[in-house]
């Protein structure tokens, strides 16, 4: 099973392949409150490492959320648009909010793993 790494805009992805799933961590969610609504790109959409992927309004602010990586997103997580509690119920689970076919595996940044992640946000804070 791919391991889930994080990224210092506090959202994490999971490498299976050819494709990233990406969502943001508990951390984020806990800090955003409870979310409201989700913007998400649509399925064929190219996206950029570090440019805008989606929007998340919860009843504390609005947040961007960042692409990890660069490709073309192969599927969203419909059941946001919904159910956008998904997020803060299961953020690493039913919360996912996107899957992104990696332009060039060659060039996977470099992730933080759990535990230095959890030392970047308690440095953070």
């Not at 599927?75 to 909010?97: C, T």
């Amino acid at each position: 099973m791919a391991e889930v790494k994080f990224t210092k805009t506090h959202e994490w992805v999971k490498i299976e392949g050819e494709i990233a799933t990406v969502g943001i961590t508990n951390h984020a969610q806990s800090e955003l409150g409870d979310i409201v609504f989700v913007e998400l790109p649509s399925a064929g959409d190219k996206v950029k490492s570090k440019e805008q992927l989606a929007t998340i309004e919860s009843t504390k602010a609005a947040a961007e959320v960042y692409a990890p990586i660069s490709g073309e997103i192969t599927e969203i997580n419909s059941e946001l648009s919904q159910n956008p509690q998904f997020i803060n119920e299961d953020p690493y689970g039913k919360g996912w909010m996107v899957k992104i076919k990696i332009d060039n595996a060659g060039d996977i940044p470099e992730f933080m793993d759990e535990a230095s992640y959890n030392n970047f946000i308690e440095k953070e804070t």
